[in-house]
């Protein structure tokens, strides 16, 4: 599971067998964990789900993901092809 980011103690990764979904990153703090949908065409992003998040970390977690968000589709790219 390559980690392509640690910011605020949350850890953003990837799983090495899932480059047959559509583009996603993982994050992970502690128990708290989601998964987030990107969509690079939109620049949008959704929540796949999410467990043990309050409405706080998932603002935390969402401001991440769009700060670095041409980051993480390059790392995404870089690792699982172009989708």
Known sequence: MP?????LGWRFYFYPNEGNE????????GEKQCKIWL????FEIELAH???MNN???????????ENFDYI????????GND
């Open 3 to 7: 980690t392509i980011l640690m910011k």
């Open 22 to 29: 559509p583009m996603h990153i993982h994050c992970k703090h």
């Open 39 to 42: 969509y690079p065409e939109e």
């Open 50 to 52: 999410h467990y043990q």
């Open 56 to 66: 706080r970390d998932l603002k935390i977690v969402k401001k991440i993901v769009y």
């Open 73 to 80: 589709e390059s790392e995404w790219r870089k690792y699982h």
